[in-house]
């Protein structure tokens, strides 16, 4: 059983920055894409950025592309996403999520394990 532990969430202000980490135990995280979500009250959860088992091959939603970066570390079992140039509608909980994949999965249905969430809010 794979676990998932978001942290680095928190209150910032529009145009800051913050790195979301997520910490996993319990499986070989290098045999999972890797991805990350988020959820808005009465919203369903929307994809943000997917990361293939070696980290070679990345997917982003739309509106974060060049303001997101996802990363992992194989030999550290952990996963980011550095955020730049915060906007308000990013506000939202994150979750870190996992799969037995090889290859970027950007759909929710796809991903078999997913962490407890840390909230990021941008205030205007």
């Known amino acids: 059983q794979v676990q998932l532990v978001e942290s680095g969430g928190g209150l910032v202000q529009a145009g800051d920055s913050l790195r979301l980490s997520c910490a996993t135990s319990g499986g070989t995280f290098s045999t999972y894409t890797m991805g990350w979500f988020r959820q808005t009250p009465g919203k369903e959860r929307e994809f943000v950025a997917s990361i293939n088992w070696i980290g070679r091959n990345t997917a982003y939603k739309e509106s974060v592309k060049g303001r997101f970066t996802i990363s992992r570390d194989n030999s550290k079992n952990t996963l980011s996403l550095e955020m730049n140039n915060l906007k308000s509608e990013d506000t939202a909980v994150y979750y870190c999520?996992?799969?037995?994949?090889?290859?970027?999965?950007?759909?929710?249905?796809?991903?078999?394990?997913w962490g407890q969430g840390t909230q990021v809010t941008v205030s205007s």
């Open positions: 999520a996992a799969a037995r994949s090889m290859v970027v999965l950007t759909f929710a249905s796809r991903y078999e394990y």
